[in-house]
C-alpha cells in the first residue's frame, strides 16, 4: 500500500474539518457575536453557509477535488489573502486551497468578517498544528497575493504589489434565464438564488433575462417563502429607500412589499431591487448575457448552472474562473 503524501494528509485533514464545522452550526454563541459585529451575517444564514461547507468537506467530494488538483512538489511560499466579508465563510474556499498547496498563509479579515472565517482557521490550525496559517494586519513580505473587493480596492492591490503574482478578484453577480415554460418548481428554486445571503453575494442571481410572454406575477408567488428578509433593519431600509426613491423619479417598478422588480439592463441593481430584461426568445436572452459575462460570476437556467444551485459551486469551480490550485502550484514549482 502506498504511502500518504502531504498533499493527502492535508485533504484528510479537511474531511476532519468538514466535521467540526459541523459542529459550529449549533454554536449559538458564535453565530450571535458574529451577526452582532455584523447585522448582514443573520444567524440563519451563517449556519447555513456553515452546514454548506460541512456538507462539500467530506471525503467523497475530496477525492473527487483532489483529482483535480495539480501533482506538483511546491517550495512553500508567503502567500497573502485579503478576505472579503460580503458572506459568511466567503474567504475561506481561498483559505483553503492556500492550505492545501503547503504554503505559508497570511490571512488579513475583513473588517466586516472579523470572526468567523479566523475561527475556522484556527480549528484548522488545530488539527494541523504543522501548517503556518496566521492573521496578518499587513501583507508586508508576502511572496504571492489573493485578494478581493471593489474596482478601487482591486486596482490599488494591482498596482501596489505588481511585483509578485497575484489574483485580484473585482465585483462580479449572478443572472438568471426564465423561459415562458419555466415551472413552478424551477422558479421555486430560483428564489433561494435570489434572496439566499440578501442577495449580497457574487453567486447572487440579480438579474433575470426573460424570454417574451413569461408572467412576471408567477415569481412574486414563488417569493414569498422569502417575505421574512422585510424583517431585517438593513435589508428594509434598503428597500424603503429605493421605493421612495423609483417613486419620486416616477420610474415604473413591481414590487411585493420588500422587494422592487424593475426592468432595467444593467446586471447588479441595488440590494432590495432585482433587474430584469425582455428578449424574443430564450437563445437571446443567453447571448445577451454571454455577451456580458466577464461580468457575471454564473448563470442559471435550463443547461447551465442549475436552479436553486447558485450558492452551491462544486469545490473545483474556481472564483472568476481562475484555477486557483494551478496558481499556487506554479509559485513553488520545483
Known amino acids: 500500500m502506498p504511502e500518504s503524501t502531504p498533499l493527502d494528509d ?36 451563517t449556519a447555513d453557509a456553515l452546514g454548506a461547507w460541512s456538507r462539500v468537506l467530506t471525503k467523497q467530494t475530496l477525492a473527487a477535488w483532489k483529482s483535480h488538483w495539480p501533482k506538483t512538489d511546491i517550495s512553500p511560499k508567503t502567500v497573502g489573502l485579503v478576505g472579503a466579508g460580503n458572506l459568511p465563510l466567503v474567504a475561506l474556499h481561498d483559505l483553503l486551497c492556500i492550505y492545501l498547496a503547503g504554503h505559508r498563509l497570511r490571512f488579513k479579515p475583513s473588517s466586516d468578517d ?42 490599488h ?26 415551472t413552478d418548481a424551477e422558479l421555486d428554486a430560483l428564489a433561494d438564488d435570489l434572496f439566499r445571503y440578501f442577495g449580497r453575494g457574487c453567486r447572487s442571481v440579480t438579474h433575470l433575462a426573460i424570454e417574451q410572454g413569461f408572467d412576471l406575477q408567477r415569481l412574486f408567488a414563488s417569493w414569498v417563502k422569502w417575505a ?18 423609483f417613486m419620486l423619479n416616477r420610474e415604473p417598478f413591481l414590487e411585493n412589499n420588500w422587494t422592487l422588480l424593475r426592468e432595467h439592463p444593467t446586471l447588479k441593481p441595488p440590494l432590495s431591487v432585482l433587474h430584469y430584461s425582455q428578449h424574443a426568445t430564450a437563445a437571446e436572452a443567453e447571448s445577451w448575457l454571454d455577451a456580458q459575462s466577464d461580468q457575471l460570476q454564473t448563470t442559471v437556467g435550463r443547461g447551465r448552472t442549475p436552479f436553486g444551485q447558485s450558492q452551491f459551486p462544486s469545490l473545483w469551480d474556481y472564483a472568476d474562473g481562475r484555477d486557483t490550485p494551478a496558481f499556487l502550484a506554479s509559485l513553488g514549482a520545483q
Open 157 to 182: 492591490f494591482d498596482q501596489y504589489f505588481s511585483g509578485i503574482p497575484r489574483i485580484l478578484r473585482g465585483p462580479r453577480t449572478s443572472a438568471a434565464v426564465l423561459t415562458q415554460d419555466s
Open 10 to 45: 492535508r485533504f484528510f485533514v479537511l474531511e476532519q474539518l468538514g466535521r467540526a464545522l459541523e459542529s459550529l452550526i449549533d454554536d449559538n454563541d458564535l453565530l450571535a457575536e458574529a451577526s452582532a459585529r455584523n447585522p448582514w451575517f443573520a444567524p440563519a444564514f
Open 114 to 155: 472579523p470572526i468567523l472565517t479566523r475561527t475556522v482557521m484556527d480549528l484548522l490550525q488545530k488539527l494541523d498544528p504543522s501548517a503556518d496559517l496566521q492573521s496578518a494586519e499587513r501583507m508586508n513580505g508576502v511572496e504571492a497575493l489573493i485578494a478581493t473587493g471593489g474596482d478601487q480596492a482591486v486596482a
Open 228 to 245: 421574512h428578509l422585510a424583517q431585517h433593519a438593513r435589508y428594509g431600509s434598503n428597500y424603503d429607500y429605493y421605493r421612495a426613491l
